[in-house]
Nanobody, 125 residues
Framework: QVQLVESGGGTVQAGGSLRLSCDAS????????LAWFRQALGKEREAVAT???????TYADSVKGRFTISKDNAKNIFSLQMNSLKPEDTAMYYC???????????????????WGQGTQVTVSS
């Protein structure tokens, strides 16, 4: 069930960059926990980045230093800037939101009632 709208996926060479965006304009999410998950083929869906109202962003160790989560409260849009992409970053990426105040990787999938449709990111060598 698509509740948020994602864009920005695509195919890039290793070392390249992509910026994913999530349109949450149907909701007022300024006080929400926002997150990006990814699911590679044959693997479970995992949180890679979170952003709460108060605390600093958190990241999975695998993406720390390369990915940045940010939000625009006025537009109800949040983004994932992905730099220095690696082939192992290849996955379907999903944005998600929850009113849960606890907001840090590794938040579970079950904690997020609002989801995007997914956007494919493919990184080639």
């Amino acid at each position: 069930q698509v509740q948020l709208v994602e864009s920005g996926g695509g195919t890039v060479q290793a070392g390249g960059s992509l910026r994913l965006s999530c349109d949450a304009s149907r909701y007022t999410f300024a006080s929400y926990c926002l997150a990006w998950f990814r699911q590679a083929l044959g693997k479970e869906r995992e949180a890679v980045a979170t952003l709460g109202r108060v605390r600093a962003p958190t990241y999975a160790d695998s993406v720390k230093g390369r990915f940045t989560i940010s939000k625009d409260n006025a537009k109800n849009i949040f983004s994932l800037q992905m730099n220095s992409l690696k082939p192992e970053d290849t996955a379907m990426y999903y944005c998600a939101a929850t009113s849960n105040y606890a907001c840090a990787v590794p938040m579970p999938v079950s904690g997020f009632p609002y989801w995007g449709q997914g956007t494919q990111v493919t990184v080639s060598s």
